[in-house]
């Protein structure tokens, strides 16, 4: 059964810092790997996507890393802004279905 | 584009009532799968619809079904309500299913169940 793991569960940064996010998964048998963000009371945002069969992923400060055969991802966030606080899920498809993490929620600190 | 839609966006029942919640995929999108999302457990899957068949189901109970119309607008169902059933729904769409297919999300419908 897969498990996928997000630590810390929560993080508190200044403004304008990096920081990365880690996810990791005990099954390296998945598809693709996929980051969200998710605001209070809200429904997801799809951030990245990553193919089994690639290293890594950029959209504008997101840099998302996989690397399967450890079972890991990161998330790197560069020049960190207060519209960057949310929650953090990584999910991973595998079995037909996603399975997620239970997330990190991000602060960043004016 | 328009994104995943979700209605309703919240609804109030009471034990042992039913509920059906509506969910229409992004246009051209004809894989529609359901989650649900509490403090507790997290997101766990529902099931996926696929071409108007169900391809996949998670662990719940039967009190939980669903369908898919041939526009691909997917609904979900549950009967007998409980009070652990209070979660927010979320529908997420995908152009083909099975694994490559990047899953795009609705706002969700909140259930709340007194």
């Known amino acids: 059964k897969q498990e996928v793991t997000q630590i810390p569960a929560a993080l508190s940064v200044p403004e304008g810092e990096n920081l990365v996010l880690n996810c990791s998964f005990t099954d390296s048998a998945i598809y693709n790997l996929q980051w969200f963000r998710q605001d209070p009371g809200k429904g997801l945002t799809s951030l990245l996507l990553i193919q089994s069969s690639q290293r890594e992923q950029t959209s504008g400060r997101l840099n998302a890393s996989l690397d399967k055969s450890s079972g890991r991802s990161t998330l790197y966030i560069a020049a960190s802004q207060p519209g960057d606080s949310a929650t953090y899920l990584c999910a991973v498809f595998g079995n037909e279905k996603l399975t997620f993490g239970t997330g990190t929620r991000l602060t960043i600190i004016p | 584009k328009a994104g995943v839609t979700q209605t309703p966006r919240y609804l109030i029942k009471t034990r042992g009532q039913q509920v059906t919640l509506s969910c229409s995929p992004i246009s051209g999108h004809r894989s529609v799968s359901w989650y649900q999302q509490t403090p507790g457990q997290g997101l766990q899957f529902l099931f996926e619809?696929?071409?108007?068949?169900?391809?996949n189901k998670g662990n719940f109970p039967g009190r939980f079904s669903g369908r898919q119309f041939s526009n691909s607008r997917s609904e979900m169902n549950v009967s007998t309500l409980e009070l652990g059933d209070s979660a927010l729904y979320l529908c997420?769409?995908?152009?083909?299913?099975?694994?490559?297919?990047?899953?795009?999300f609705g706002p969700g419908t909140r259930l709340t169940v007194l």
């Open positions: 997420a769409s995908s152009l083909g299913s099975g694994g490559g297919n990047e899953q795009f």
């Open positions: 619809y696929f071409s108007e068949t169900q391809r």
